[in-house]
Nanobody, 119 residues
Framework: QVQLVESGGGLVQPGGSLNLSCAAS????????MAWYRQAPGKQRELVAS???????NSADSVKGRFTISRDNAKNTVALQMNSLKPEDTAVYYC?????????????WGQGTQVTVSS
């Protein structure tokens, strides 16, 4: 079992920056791949960026060059640095942890943090 708690959301003007953080507890953090997802009103939840247990990152085309995912295994945290924010980045952002063990995938989600980009 992994518990995830996101923080760092808020209201920011277009072009601004925010840094989201996700704190994990309950299991060995370094065994898990991590990701940030987002869900805007009326839309499906979508992958924003991911980072494997070994630090390999991937991100959606819509955020490439603007968002950066990173992890600190010593502090059991994963962060999402968001720069040059746009109104279309407005969404609830969720942290996800997952691992495969004995052929089964185990997924854990945080409660989400609201990001609003508006002037």
């Amino acid at each position: 079992q992994v518990q995830l708690v996101e923080s760092g959301g808020g209201l920011v003007q277009p072009g601004g920056s925010l840094n989201l953080s996700c704190a994990a507890s309950g299991d060995i953090f370094g065994l898990y791949d991590m990701a940030w997802y987002r869900q805007a009103p009326g839309k499906q939840r979508e992958l924003v960026a991911s980072i494997t247990d070994s630090g390999v990152t991937n991100s959606a085309d819509s955020v490439k060059g603007r968002f950066t995912i990173s992890r600190d295994n010593a502090k059991n945290t994963v962060a999402l640095q968001m720069n040059s924010l746009k109104p279309e980045d407005t969404a609830v952002y969720y942290c996800k942890a997952w691992r495969v063990r004995s052929g089964l995938q185990y997924n854990y989600w945080g409660q989400g943090t609201q990001v609003t980009v508006s002037s």
